[in-house]
T-cell receptor, first 115, second 109 residues
Framework: GAGVSQSPRYKVAKRGQDVALRCDPISGHVSLFWYQQALGQGPEFLTYFQNEAQLDKSGLPSDRFFAERPEGSVSTLKIQRTQQEDSAVYLC?????????????FGDGTRLSIL | QKEVEQNSGPLSVPEGAIASLNCTYS??????FFWYRQYSGKSPELIMFIYSNGDKEDGRFTAQLNKASQYVSLLIRDSQPSDSATYLCATNTGNQFYFGTGTSLTVIP
């Protein structure tokens, strides 16, 4: 497709379960970002990939969060032993490169609810 | 102090009026600045970006940047009800993007 694709759109899990969220960026986009957006808040940076390299993971809130992009295209964000505070919308964005003036294009997000 | 600050609103303007949205940022090293529009339940959609001091116009939208004052604004001329949404200001420093909490805009028909 032409845009950033995320799946699933909605995910409900019980506390303690592991979840995996998928992002398929725009074809050819080098940079890929994950964000967490709580209700009424702006997106909060989680992690950044340039091709397959994870160059910045400073925003990951705990070691329960793990992201990968093994072939430099599709990325997966995994959350282990989910907690209720993990409930949020997880947004993926991609850009052609990273640099001054390079805009990000967002997917529709995955709405995660932890019961 | 958050990297990017916005007035959460809500801001209400009548149809046809000019809507003015404001944003301040704390990192003087910020290199580029973005305005995104986000409808409820949808993902952020890029409206404009700017990286030089001054004004940048695109249709009904004008972005203004003042690096000395660390201030970015977005003006929407001839506001339409379809402009009703949350507007997110974002800055970029290297690989990091920082978003404000957004300003809710309602355009009243």
């Amino acid at each position: 497709g032409a845009g950033v694709s995320q799946s699933p759109r909605y995910k409900v899990a019980k506390r303690g379960q592991d979840v995996a969220l998928r992002c398929d960026p725009i074809s050819g986009h080098v940079s890929l970002f994950w964000y967490q957006q709580a209700l009424g808040q702006g997106p909060e940076f989680l992690t950044y990939f340039q091709n397959e390299a994870q160059l910045d993971k400073s925003g990951l809130p705990s070691d329960r969060f793990f992201a990968e992009r093994p072939e430099g295209s599709v990325s997966t964000l995994k959350i282990q032993r989910t907690q209720q505070e993990d409930s949020a919308v997880y947004l993926c964005a991609s850009s052609e490169v990273t640099g001054v003036g390079q805009p990000q294009h967002f997917g529709d997000g995955t709405r995660l609810s932890i019961l | 102090q958050k990297e990017v600050e916005q007035n959460s609103g809500p801001l209400s303007v009548p149809e046809g009026a000019i809507a003015s949205l404001n944003c301040t940022y704390s990192d003087r090293g910020s290199q580029s600045f973005f305005w995104y529009r986000q409808y409820s339940g949808k993902s952020p959609e890029l409206i404009m970006f700017i990286y030089s001091n001054g004004d940048k116009e695109d249709g009904r939208f004008t972005a203004q940047l003042n690096k000395a004052s660390q201030y970015v604004s977005l003006l929407i001329r001839d506001s339409q009800p379809s402009d009703s949404a949350t507007y997110l200001c974002a800055t970029n420093t290297g690989n990091q993007f920082y978003f404000g909490t957004g300003t809710s805009l309602t355009v009243i028909p």
